[in-house]
């Protein structure tokens, strides 16, 4: 493959918000392109979010089943939600782990940050390793409805590489810990 380099930075001519809602802001700006014509990007503003991966002692996992509307579908995640103003990703992550899962932990390790879908958001997704499980009190939000549920990790492990969960945190949490861990699933 040829190699070539140039400037592949766009420039703000002009930022456009369209919509401002709880969690999301949807902009239309026009912008420079390296080459000097002018286009528009329309993206959505987002304050970010926070996720975790909870393994136990004895090699299981927790997950959450929730619906998500957006897809139609049951979605298979690990405990997962946006920051609040002022909020730290780690802080986050701990309060969703106990808020869908009813689990403590004693110690938060950051696990990776990830861009879910760069071509449209701005969205930073702060991704964590929860050790020292410990039973806390769940209490999902208002109008939030999900199912917790523990699985062996290798169960987990197989049900990403088989595609059954397609999300794209949990994909990375699991196959991360998998590979760090020297963990198959034969």
């Known amino acids: 493959m040829e190699k070539y380099e140039t400037d592949l930075v766009e420039r703000t001519l002009k930022a456009n918000t369209l919509y401002s809602g709880k969690i999301i802001s949807l902009n239309v700006d026009d912008v420079a392109l390296p080459d000097g014509r002018s286009a528009k990007r ?28 957006a897809y139609r579908e049951v979605v298979v995640e690990i405990p997962a939600g946006k920051l609040e103003k002022g909020e730290s990703a780690a802080t986050a992550a701990a309060r969703e782990l106990e808020e869908e899962i009813g689990i403590i932990a004693d110690e938060i390790v950051p696990y990776g940050v990830l861009y879910p879908t760069p071509g449209y958001t701005d969205e930073l997704l702060h991704i964590f390793l929860a050790k020292g499980l410990k039973n806390g009190i769940k209490h999902l939000d208002d109008e939030e409805f999900l199912n917790a549920e523990r699985l062996p990790f290798a169960e987990a492990l197989r049900m990403v590489l088989r595609g059954e969960i397609k999300d794209a945190k949990t994909c990375y949490a699991v196959l991360r810990y998998a590979y760090e861990n020297g963990i198959r699933c034969d």
């Open 42 to 69: 329309e993206y959505v503003r987002h304050s970010g979010g926070a996720a975790i991966l909870a393994v136990d002692g004895e090699g299981y996992v927790y997950l959450a089943r929730q619906y998500r509307y």
